[in-house]
């Protein structure tokens, strides 16, 4: 199953399946990289023993000379250390202006290789090999970077991939908090732009939770073709982009204050969701009942949707203020107007936002 992204005047395609990833040599060769270049994998610690040699291999039998970087698994590894080192490994490996870039991994090896791919020679080709759920959200809309310390994805780029090859029989290797924590992007695209995107994922919660791989070929492919659609009406992020943001600004500031340590970024947003759509019913913005059927359909993907320990409102709300997309101190959320439908909501009254953040969860 393929799907296009068309974004600007390039077109790549998402190629979703169980066992794709013995295609690789000729998928990447109709990406328009040829045999004759050179190809650098990178990948983390846990990704690799399990993955890496398969993927080198189909490579190295195709007639492409292969070489990789492995990498320790984390956000920590979105570094500009990291990134140096990485660096050197691929002027040492003899990459050149012809040669490609592979991330085999989670979001994390995405973003640093593509970083990686983007300002290499200033730029070469990027082909992505998803290995986690969540990375369906970071393989559209070109984002790539790493972190500063002062801050998340300071430091960054837009790099189209090639090619994204997602072989969903990697990711019943899975740990399930991280099965989880990609299944919340996943309901987020729902609960933005397809009500009945969301009726299918209530409706096949069990199966979609056991990675059925037919269905989950088929949530991956329309979290991304709702994402890409909405990326490409708005590559500049003026407006429609905005509304991906569904429980981000309160989901950053959890992650902040939990030191990226106690929530993950998908259990972080998943709580964000929910709050979201608490705060909508409670300004008369969404329609009644939206907010209990956000809560249950996290709930029926694992997903955490309680105030986290240790958390004051009004610290959380101090840090929502500071994200990069409130605009002059005032605070924009994006809220939900029935499932499936979602605005931009500025100057929302923060009394509201404290009040939500108070009650029980
Ligand atoms: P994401 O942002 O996609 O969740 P990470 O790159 O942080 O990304 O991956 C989450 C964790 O899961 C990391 O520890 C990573 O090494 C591990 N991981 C990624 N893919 C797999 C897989 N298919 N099987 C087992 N572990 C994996
Ligand atoms: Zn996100």
Same mark, same amino acid.
């Given at each position: 199953?393929t799907?296009y992204?068309?974004?600007?005047?390039?077109?790549?395609?998402?190629?979703? !399946?169980?066992? %794709?990833? /013995?295609?690789?040599?000729?998928?990447?060769q109709?990406?328009?990289?040829?045999?004759t270049?050179r190809?650098?994998?990178?990948? #983390?610690?846990?990704?690799?023993?399990?993955?890496?040699q398969?993927?080198?291999?189909?490579?190295?039998?195709?007639?492409?000379?292969?070489?990789?970087?492995?990498?320790?698994?984390?956000?920590?590894?979105?570094?500009?250390? %990291?990134?140096?080192?990485?660096?050197?490994?691929?002027?040492?490996?003899?990459l050149?202006?012809?040669?490609a870039?592979l991330a085999?991994?989670?979001?994390v090896?995405? #973003?640093?290789?593509?970083?990686?791919?983007?300002?290499?020679?200033?730029?070469?080709?990027?082909?992505?090999?998803?290995?986690?759920?969540?990375?369906?959200?970071?393989?559209?809309?070109?984002k790539?970077?790493?972190?500063?310390?002062?801050?998340?994805?300071?430091?960054?780029?837009?790099? /189209?991939?090639?090619?994204?090859?997602?072989?969903?029989?990697?990711?019943?290797?899975?740990?399930?908090?991280?099965?989880?924590?990609?299944?919340?992007? %996943?309901?987020?695209?729902?609960?933005i732009?397809?009500a009945?995107? %969301? #009726?299918?994922?209530?409706?096949?919660?069990?199966?979609?939770?056991?990675?059925?791989?037919?269905?989950?070929?088929?949530?991956?492919?329309? !979290?991304?073709?709702?994402?890409?659609?909405?990326?490409?009406?708005?590559?500049?992020?003026? !407006? /429609?982009?905005?509304?991906l943001?569904?429980?981000?600004?309160?989901?950053?500031a959890?992650?902040?204050?939990?030191?990226y340590?106690v929530?993950n970024?998908?259990e972080?947003?998943?709580?964000?969701?929910?709050?979201?759509?608490?705060?909508?019913?409670?300004?008369?913005?969404?329609?009644?009942?939206?907010?209990?059927?956000?809560?249950?359909?996290?709930?029926l993907?694992?997903?955490?949707? #309680?105030?986290?320990?240790?958390?004051e409102?009004?610290?959380?709300?101090?840090?929502?203020?500071?994200?990069?997309?409130?605009?002059?101190?005032?605070l924009?959320?994006?809220?939900?107007?029935a499932?499936?439908?979602?605005?931009?909501?500025?100057?929302?009254?923060e009394?509201?936002?404290?009040?939500?953040?108070?009650?029980?969860?």
């Amino acid at each position: 199953e393929t799907l296009y992204v068309e974004l600007g005047e390039r077109t790549y395609p998402i190629v979703i !399946g169980d066992g %794709v990833m /013995q295609q690789v040599a000729a998928l990447v060769q109709d990406a328009g990289i040829s045999p004759t270049s050179r190809l650098f994998v990178i990948s #983390d610690e846990n990704v690799s023993p399990r993955y890496l040699q398969p993927l080198k291999q189909a490579l190295e039998t195709a007639g492409y000379r292969v070489a990789d970087c492995v990498i320790p698994p984390g956000e920590q590894s979105k570094s500009l250390a %990291v990134y140096e080192q990485v660096l050197t490994r691929a002027i040492e490996a003899g990459l050149d202006r012809k040669s490609a870039i592979l991330a085999l991994g989670g979001g994390v090896v995405g #973003d640093l290789a593509g970083f990686v791919a983007a300002t290499y020679m200033r730029g070469i080709a990027f082909v992505q090999v998803p290995t986690t759920l969540l990375a369906h959200d970071s393989s559209v809309g070109g984002k790539v970077g790493i972190n500063h310390p002062l801050g998340k994805n300071l430091i960054g780029a837009f790099h /189209q991939p090639r090619l994204v090859l997602y072989d969903t029989a990697a990711l019943r290797t899975l740990p399930e908090r991280e099965v989880a924590a990609g299944f919340a992007e %996943v309901i987020k695209h729902g609960l933005i732009a397809d009500a009945s995107f %969301v #009726d299918w994922l209530e409706e096949h919660a069990a199966s979609l939770w056991q990675l059925d791989a037919e269905r989950v070929g088929r949530a991956i492919r329309r !979290g991304c073709a709702i994402k890409a659609a909405i990326v490409s009406a708005d590559e500049t992020e003026q !407006g /429609q982009r905005a509304l991906l943001n569904l429980g981000h600004t309160f989901g950053h500031a959890f992650e902040a204050l939990c030191e990226y340590a106690v929530l993950n970024h998908g259990e972080a947003i998943s709580i964000g969701m929910c709050l979201a759509a608490k705060v909508a019913e409670r300004i008369g913005f969404a329609e009644a009942g939206v907010y209990a059927r956000t809560k249950r359909l996290l709930h029926l993907f694992h997903l955490p949707t #309680d105030w986290p320990d240790g958390l004051e409102p009004e610290a959380v709300l101090d840090v929502m203020k500071r994200d990069k997309k409130a605009v002059g101190g005032k605070l924009a959320l994006v809220l939900p107007r029935a499932i499936g439908k979602v605005e931009l909501v500025k100057d929302v009254d923060e009394q509201e936002i404290l009040t939500a953040m108070k009650k029980e969860a």
